[in-house]
C-alpha cells in the first residue's frame, strides 16, 4: 500500500486548466483516468486526508504511485480524450460498463458490389449500415425472413455467392423468390443496389412511402387483370405489415430518440437503453458496472453516453437522448454529442407525456436487470474471493493471489512443442493477456526442460521491461533505477506486468524446473505451485509431499480452471502448428519465394502438375520470377513426390485430375505468439 503523500506533486506543479489525468501503480500500469475543468483544484482532492475520501477512491490512490496529467483547450477535448485513454488502457478503478453478451445488429453491407443483409455483432465496419442492437438474433432473422419477399436482397455467404456464380445456378432462396439472385444476373448490379438501399430506407422507419407504393402497384396488376401479379403483391405487404407490427409504435411523432435509465445502489449501477427510430423501439440493451469510484447518477449517464457514442458518428448518434439526470457540466457533453453527429442533439430529461412514459419502462427494466445481476454475481463474487483466499492458505501466501498465470507444454511426440501462458485476475480470465510460446533451445520431448525455458523467457522479459520503465532497483546504489518509458506516452509493454502466483501443469519436476528458472533470474517474491493431473495434487517447491486440497474446495476449483484453460490454449495452438506443417506444399523450401509469388505461379499454370512440367524459360515468363528463382523451383519441385492418383472408391476407376493446387501457407505470426 502506497502512501500517497510520496508522489503528491506540488500545488504549483499543476496547472489551473482543463486537462486529463492519469494515477499509474508501482509497475507503471494506468489505473484510474479522469478529467476536470481545472486539474489543480480535481487533483488536490485525491491527496486530502484519507478518512474523508470515499472508501473505493482511497483504495485507489493508496494502490497508485505516481500521477501525471495533460493540458487540454477545453472540456470537450478532455472528454474526447479521456474517452479515448479508458479504451486504450483500460484502467481498473474506471466505471466500466460490463455485458454477458455481444448485441446483434441488423447489416447491410454497402461497400460491396453487391450488399449483403446479415446478423453481425462486435466492431462496427466502414461502409456498412446498421440496425438494432436487438435481443436476440432469431429476431433479426424473423424480420429479414418477411422483408425479403417484397426486398430480395442477396442474405448468401461470399462462399456461396461464388459457387453459384461459378455453376449458374442460383441457390434456394432464389429459386423462391427470396433473392433477386445477382449472382447468376437475374437483375443487374444497379438494381441489386437499389433494393438493397430501399431496404435500409424501411428499417430506417420510412415505412409509409413503401406499403402506399405497393398498394398501387397492386390495384393497378388487379385493374390490368393480372391476378397472380396482385396476389403477390398482396403478401408482400402482408409481410410488410407483420414485419412493422414486430415493433410497435411508442411515440406518436416519429421520433428518433435513445432512452438511458439508472438503477443504482451503493456498489453497482445497471443502464439500460431503448433505440427508438420512427417512434418504434428498433432496440434494447443494458449494461452493469461496479462503481469503483464516488460517482453520481449524473456521472454514471456520462460514462454510458462515451460507452454508447464513443464510436459512432451521423445518425447512429439520434437527434434526442433522454437521460434520467444530466451531465455536470452538460454543455461538454451536448457539443461533443452535436460533433459526433454532425448535428444539434438534445440531451434532456423528459418531464411529461409518452416520452417519460417510455422512460419509467426503461427505468423499469433497469431495475430488473440490476436485480437479476446481483443476484447472479452475488455468489460468484464469494466463489472466487474464498477461492482466492483457500488458495493463499494453503499456500501460506501473504496475501490472495489477485493475478495468477498458469503454464503448460503441448506437443505430439515430441514434434511441434510449444507452450501456452493464461492469465487470470481476481479469479476470471483475462484473455487480452494470454501468450503461446514456440520452445527453441532443443528439440525432442523433454516437459522439463520447456517448461524451464519458457519460464525463463517470460520473466527476463518481465526483468527487461522493468528495467526500461524505471522499476529496477540498482544493486549498488539500493536506489531505483530511472531509465525513462517505453513508449512516448509511458505505457510499459507486455510481459511488464508480473503475477503473485506461477502455476505450472505438472508435478515435482516441472514445479522444480520454474522454481529453478526463477531463482536464476533473481526473482524470489513470486510463489510457485504445480497441479499434476492423476490425484490433482498441489506441489510447492522443496516439498517432498505434496499438498491435498479437499475435493470439494473453491481453491481446487480454481486451480483446475486454470489449469484446463492453459491446456486448451497451448493444445489449440499444436495442432495448429500441426496442420499448417501437414499441409506444407513443397514450394515452401524454396528461398525468397514468398506467398504472393507462390499465388502467382499456381496462377499462372494453374496447379503444380503443370508447373513441375514447365520449362525454366516459361517459369521465367511469370512477372516478378527471375531465372535463379525458376530453376529453385524446379529443383524443389523434383525433390518433391508427386501424390498418388485419386480414386473412385465406388468403381475402383482412377481419376485423372490435376494435383491439388497448394501454395503452401505462411507462417502466421500473432502479436502474443513469442
Known amino acids: 500500500m502506497a502512501d500517497p503523500s510520496s508522489y503528491r506533486p506540488k500545488p504549483g506543479q499543476i496547472p489551473d486548466a482543463p486537462g486529463v489525468y492519469k494515477f499509474r501503480d508501482e509497475h507503471r500500469r494506468v489505473i484510474y483516468v479522469g478529467k476536470a475543468k481545472s486539474l489543480r483544484q480535481r487533483l488536490a482532492s485525491y491527496f486530502q486526508d484519507l478518512a474523508g475520501l470515499h472508501p473505493r477512491t482511497r483504495s485507489m490512490v493508496t494502490t497508485a504511485a505516481s500521477v501525471e496529467w495533460t493540458v487540454v483547450n477545453n472540456e470537450v477535448e478532455a472528454l474526447q480524450l479521456e474517452y ?18 455481444s448485441y446483434p445488429y441488423l447489416a447491410v453491407t454497402m461497400n460491396e458490389q453487391f450488399p449483403r443483409v446479415q446478423v453481425m455483432r462486435g466492431a462496427k465496419k466502414k461502409g456498412v449500415r446498421y440496425f438494432g442492437p436487438y435481443g436476440h438474433a432469431w429476431a433479426i432473422r424473423d424480420t429479414v425472413d418477411l422483408l425479403l419477399r417484397a426486398f430480395p436482397v442477396r442474405t448468401c455467404s461470399a462462399g456461396v455467392f461464388k459457387n453459384a456464380t461459378r455453376t449458374g445456378r442460383p441457390c434456394l ?23 438493397a438501399e430501399d431496404f435500409c430506407d424501411f428499417m430506417a422507419g420510412r415505412t409509409g412511402t413503401y406499403i402506399r407504393r405497393l398498394e398501387r402497384q397492386m390495384a393497378d396488376a388487379a385493374e390490368e387483370m393480372e391476378y397472380e401479379r396482385a396476389a403477390r403483391l398482396r403478401d408482400d405487404i402482408e409481410a410488410l405489415r407483420k414485419a412493422m407490427e414486430k415493433s410497435a409504435v411508442v411515440l406518436a411523432d416519429a421520433t428518433d430518440a435513445d432512452l ?31 462503481k469503483v469510484e464516488a460517482v453520481t447518477s449524473g456521472d454514471l449517464v456520462e460514462h454510458a453516453l462515451q460507452q454508447l457514442y464513443g464510436e459512432e458518428s451521423g445518425d447512429a448518434v439520434p437527434k434526442e437522448v433522454l437521460v434520467p439526470a444530466l451531465p455536470d457540466p452538460i454543455e461538454p457533453v451536448q457539443e461533443w454529442l452535436t460533433e459526433r453527429r454532425g448535428a444539434n442533439v438534445s440531451l434532456r430529461i423528459p418531464q411529461r407525456g409518452d416520452k417519460k412514459a417510455l422512460m419509467e419502462t426503461v427505468a423499469r427494466n433497469a431495475q430488473q436487470s440490476l436485480v437479476l445481476h446481483k443476484t447472479k454475481r452475488a455468489s460468484d463474487l464469494t466463489t472466487r474471493s474464498r477461492a482466492l483466499e483457500e488458495i493463499a492458505a494453503a499456500l501460506e501466501l501473504d496475501s490472495a493471489p489477485l ?46 526442460r520447456s517448461m524451464h525455458e519458457v519460464i525463463t523467457r517470460r520473466f527476463k522479459r518481465y526483468i527487461a521491461e522493468k528495467e526500461k520503465t524505471g522499476e529496477w532497483v540498482d544493486e549498488e546504489t539500493g536506489e531505483i533505477a530511472d531509465l525513462g518509458p517505453t ?61 491435498i486440497l479437499p475435493r470439494t474446495s473453491e481453491g481446487l476449483y480454481l486451480l483446475q480452471r486454470v489449469r484446463d484453460e492453459a ?69 524443389a519441385l523434383a525433390g518433391a513426390v508427386p501424390s498418388g492418383p485419386a ?12 494435383e491439388p493446387v497448394t501454395a503452401g501457407p505462411s507462417e502466421e505470426r500473432r502479436g502474443q505468439e513469442t
Open 84 to 101: 479515448s485513454w479508458i479504451k486504450e488502457f483500460d484502467p481498473r478503478f474506471n466505471v466500466k460498463y460490463r455485458d454477458d453478451k
Open 260 to 290: 438511458i435509465a439508472l438503477a443504482e445502489d451503493e456498489l453497482e449501477a445497471a443502464v439500460q437503453i431503448f433505440h427508438v427510430r420512427g417512434g418504434r423501439v428498433r432496440g434494447q440493451r443494458g449494461w452493469v458496472t461496479d
Open 567 to 635: 491446456h486448451r490454449f497451448a493444445i489449440t495452438y499444436q495442432r495448429t502448428k500441426r496442420a499448417k506443417r501437414f499441409r506444407a506444399g513443397p514450394l515452401d523450401d524454396v528461398p525468397g519465394l514468398g506467398d504472393a509469388r507462390k499465388q502467382t505461379l499456381i496462377k499462372h499454370f494453374g496447379s503444380v502438375k503443370r508447373l513441375r512440367s514447365a520449362t525454366i524459360d516459361q517459369i521465367c515468363e511469370v512477372p516478378g520470377v527471375g531465372r535463379k528463382t525458376a530453376e529453385a523451383v524446379l529443383a
Open 403 to 448: 493475478r495468477v498465470e498458469c503454464y503448460d507444454i503441448s506437443h505430439l511426440q515430441g514434434d511441434d512443442v510449444v507452450a501456452s501462458m493464461v492469465v487470470f485476475e481476481d479469479g476470471l480470465a483475462r484473455k487480452s493477456e494470454y501468450r503461446r510460446f514456440q520452445i527453441k533451445g532443443f528439440e525432442g520431448q523433454d516437459d522439463v
Open 173 to 195: 432462396l432464389g429459386y423462391i423468390g427470396k433473392c433477386s439472385a445477382p449472382c447468376v444476373e437475374r437483375v443487374t448490379p444497379e438494381v441489386h443496389r437499389e433494393l
Open 487 to 547: 513508449e512516448e506516452d509511458g505505457r510499459p509493454k507486455r510481459f511488464a506486468y508480473p503475477p503473485q502466483l506461477v502455476v505450472v501443469d505438472g508435478g515435482q519436476p516441472q514445479v522444480a524446473a520454474a522454481k529453478r528458472a526463477l531463482d536464476e533470474l533473481g526473482i524470489d517474491d513470486i510463489a510457485v505451485c504445480g497441479l499434476a493431473k492423476r490425484l490433482e495434487e498441489v506441489w510447492v517447491p522443496d516439498e517432498d509431499d505434496p499438498i
Open 647 to 658: 480414386v473412385n472408391t465406388a468403381t475402383g476407376e482412377i481419376m485423372e485430375e490435376e
